[in-house]
Structures are given as C-alpha cells and as structure tokens.
C-alpha cells in the first residue's frame, strides 16, 4: 500500500488520535510502499497503543478517586453523613481538579496527624508526572513515521516520545506505585 492508501486506512480505523506519517521524505519519481503484512502489524501495533492509552486515561481517573478518598477520610474520618455530602458537592465536581486535591493532599500530609510524619513528596512528584504523561495522550496524537510510532504533544512547544516498549512499561510501573502507595495511606487513613 502507498503512504495516502495507509493514511487513510488509519484515519478510518483510529480517528483522529493516531495517523501515519511518511517515514521518509519521497522525492519525485520515487515511490515507497508497505506490504500488506507490514500493514497488518502497524495496525495491530496501533490498536495496542490506542488501548495503552485508554488504560492510563482510567488509571488517572483511579488516582484522582483515591486521593478524593484520602481527602474526605483525612477530614471526616468515619462521619459518612457529612462525608458523603462534602465529596458530592465539592469532590465529584469539574471544578475540584485532580491538580486541586493534590495539593490539599500536599497540605493534609504536612498537617494532618496520621500523615505528617512521613515524606511524601516523592509520592506527589510521581502523581504529578503521571498526570504530565495522561495529559499528553488525552491531548496529544500518535503519529508512525513508518513503524516507529511516536506521541505528539505540546508542552512549552512541540514535544513528541517515542513509544517504545520501555516506555510504556515505565508509565506503567509507575502507576502501580503510586496506586500501592495512595490504597496504603487510604487504608492507613480509614481504619
């Protein structure tokens, strides 16, 4: 298949979020095409990725959940009338960000009784790049420059991650920290 041929068919396949690039720039009269094989393994390595990207979008929502959690258990403790109240008014809202309950987060850690005698500011930097990194799939677009599949995003500009195994594992060992640390201080907090 010819570069516009495959453009397309991820176009149809994946939307917006994921588009093939020409993987070298064609001069005129030269041509570069891709096996209907090498097709069927951008596609399939496409798929995976897109559903990569679906698993960090719903382990963000997780973090976000838990430390709204860690939050209402910090204030109320065991009072679920007044708890219940405060996380459907203030905590579900779009205008309590997970940026928001981070830093109260970072304010209950310094001042809160249960949790001011540990350093958590690693624990917060995690968070924080995790978020960095969900914001960049939500936002960004995947583009393959032949089979080497890139994330584009804008950061302070044009940024763009190669996707490579190594990667992908990284965002998701770090995502089974933070979630083993955050389920701790939740437990630590609850009971």
Do not use: C
Not at 67 to 89: H, P
Not at 123 to 129: C, N, W
Not at 134 to 149: I, L, T, W, Y
Not at 150 to 156: A, D, I, P, S
Request: hydrophobic share 35%; no cysteine; charged share 30%.
């Amino acid at each position: 298949m010819k570069p516009k041929e495959i453009e397309q068919k991820f176009k149809d396949i994946f939307g917006a979020f994921i588009t093939f690039a020409n993987p070298v720039e064609i001069k005129p009269g030269e041509s570069w095409e891709l096996s209907k094989e090498g097709l069927e393994e951008l596609i399939s390595t496409a798929q995976e990725i897109n559903r990569i990207r679906g698993s960090i979008l719903t382990r963000a929502v997780e973090i976000d959940s838990i430390l709204g959690m860690i939050i209402k258990y910090s204030i109320f403790g065991k009072d679920t009338e007044n708890s219940d109240l405060f996380e459907n008014l203030i905590l579900k809202t779009n205008f309590f960000s997970t940026m928001d309950k981070l830093n109260v987060f970072r304010e209950l850690a310094k001042r809160h009784n249960v949790l001011k005698n540990n350093d958590y500011s690693h624990l917060l930097a995690e968070i924080k790049e995790f978020m960095n990194t969900r914001n960049k799939f939500a936002h960004g677009k995947v583009v393959f420059k032949g089979k080497e599949p890139l994330l584009h995003y804008y950061q302070k500009g044009d940024k763009e991650d190669g996707l490579t195994r190594e990667y992908l594992e990284t965002i998701s060992n770090s995502f089974q920290q933070i979630y083993y640390e955050l389920v701790k201080i939740q437990w630590l907090l609850k009971s």
